[in-house]
């Protein structure tokens, strides 16, 4: 049972768009903590995707994009390409915890 | 070019201790704090503990308390992770990753993780 909670799956063709949400609590992303995106491509380890609720590394293509609002986020991927398939995880701080949380982490299929 | 190396891991029989490494190279390691991530077989990403620049605030999540012990050599720009009484549920792939700025922000570099599997 992940701090965060996502969607275990989601899915969409070749140049769709998908969104990903990550609910959190008033101890973490309701405290105002920021948000931050990892993808996982299969076999390889995480990479960040996008960190302080919104903001891309560079190299990261601005089909990424992320929000925060309340106790949630969500990770919007447009224009969907078949390199896309991968796991996607929110991480966040929990102040009841002293420490970093993850979501359960998100599967996309692009189909 | 950042990179991180993780070494140590293998397989260990329940109650049994094992220590990893991670190298680190590409940046003043001195300057970040790090931290461990693990992620068991088939499932998501779980935060194990935290280590400031100077080892002066350590954390830990709770289910490894008392029995792992993270540690950091800034000298030999090397970050370690003592597990003792290791559990079957300890099995996992562990990586090392770079905390950006202070306690609360994203991990920005991660290395490719190495396996323990702890069984019988």
């Known amino acids: 049972q992940s701090v965060l909670t996502q969607p275990p799956s989601v899915s969409g063709a070749p140049g769709q768009r998908v969104t990903i949400s990550c609910t959190g609590r008033?101890?973490?992303?309701?405290?105002?903590?920021?948000v931050h995106w990892y993808q996982q491509l299969p076999g390889a380890a995480p990479k960040l995707l996008i960190y302080?609720?919104?903001n891309r590394p560079s190299g990261v293509p601005d089909r990424f994009s992320g929000s925060k609002s309340g106790t949630s986020a969500s990770l919007d991927i447009t224009g969907l390409q078949a390199e896309d398939e991968a796991d996607y995880y929110c991480?966040?701080?929990?102040?009841?915890?002293?420490?970093?949380?993850f979501g359960g982490g998100t599967k996309l299929t692009v189909l | 070019e950042v990179q991180l190396v993780e070494s140590g891991g293998g397989l260990i029989q329940p109650g049994g201790s094992l220590r990893l490494s991670c190298g680190a190279s590409?940046?003043?390691?001195?300057?970040?704090?790090m931290t461990w991530v693990r992620q068991g077989p088939g499932k998501g990403l779980e935060w194990v503990s935290y280590?400031?620049?100077?080892?002066?605030?350590?954390f830990y999540t709770d289910s490894v308390k008392g029995r792992f012990t993270m540690s950091r050599d800034n000298a030999k720009k090397s970050l370690y992770l003592q597990m003792n009484s290791l559990r079957d549920e300890d099995t996992a792939v562990y990586y090392c990753?770079?905390?950006?700025?202070?306690?609360?922000?994203?991990?920005?570099?991660w290395g490719p993780g190495t396996l323990v599997t702890v069984s019988s």
């Open positions: 990753a770079r905390v950006s700025r202070y306690r609360e922000s994203s991990l920005d570099y």
């Open positions: 590409g940046f003043t390691f001195s300057a970040y704090a």
């Open positions: 280590i400031s620049t100077r080892s002066t605030t350590i």
């Open positions: 008033s101890s973490n992303i309701g405290a105002g903590y920021d």
């Open positions: 302080d609720n919104s």
């Open positions: 991480q966040s701080y929990d102040s009841s915890l002293s420490g970093s949380v």
